[in-house]
Nanobody, 122 residues
Framework: QVQLVESGGGLVQPGGSLRLSCAAS????????MGWYRQAPEKQREWVAT???????NYSDSMKGRFTISRDNAKNTVYLQMNSLKPEDTAVYYC????????????????WGQGTQVTVSS
């Protein structure tokens, strides 16, 4: 079984920064991509950013320029550096491991973390 554990959330003032981490553990042969999503109260979960194993990144337009996703493949860990935070960034942030193989010839499946709360408020 693969587990994802997020950390780094908390309360920050507008204009501040936070760095989220997500570590994948368990029997992992490969992970094609890792990403971040968020869900604000009474809203649907939305995509934030994705990084593939080769290092290419993609961002939601509303986060581009403020958020940076990075990845440590050796540690199966993905990070989200969030700068210039706004109250509308308040949400639970979820990590997703995309197309994970637990064996060389095994099937691929996705996994989600439990989420970490980010609150931007003065």
């Amino acid at each position: 079984q693969v587990q994802l554990v997020e950390s780094g959330g908390g309360l920050v003032q507008p204009g501040g920064s936070l760095r989220l981490s997500c570590a994948a553990s368990g029997i992992i042969f490969s992970i094609d991509a890792m990403g971040w999503y968020r869900q604000a109260p009474e809203k649907q979960r939305e995509w934030v950013a994705t990084i593939i194993s080769g290092g290419s990144t993609n961002y939601s337009d509303s986060m581009k320029g403020r958020f940076t996703i990075s990845r440590d493949n050796a540690k199966n860990t993905v990070y989200l550096q969030m700068n210039s935070l706004k109250p509308e960034d308040t949400a639970v942030y979820y990590c997703k491991a995309v197309r994970v193989r637990t064996a060389r010839w095994g099937a691929k499946r996705d996994y989600w973390g439990q989420g970490t709360q980010v609150t931007v408020s003065s």
